[in-house]
């Protein structure tokens, strides 16, 4: 399972990550209300949720890429960290 969850997100990472506002992609836990399931996803880290009512269509982003669910995380701004 863990297997073909990589091979999907190595091979949609590039057209994920070319939505508005997403940061980072990985593999977790989904979370529903709250609370973390069982159940492997996709994670997509957004810098901030948006209202439907703001996006485009293609904008929207999807909710199962490649047969494998998605699970959308507000992560908030992420900045690399100067090493002095």
Known sequence: ???????V????KG??????GVVGIGIGY???NGRETDQLS???SVERKLPL???????ILPREIGG????????GKIKALEVK
């Open 42 to 44: 996709i994670v997509i």
């Open 68 to 75: 494998v669910s998605t699970d959308i995380q507000e992560v």
């Open 15 to 20: 057209d994920l990550l070319s939505y508005r």
């Open 53 to 59: 009512n703001e996006l485009r269509e293609n904008e």
């Open 30 to 32: 989904k979370v529903i």
């Open 1 to 7: 399972m863990i297997g073909q969850i990589k091979r």
């Open 9 to 12: 997100k190595d091979r949609y």
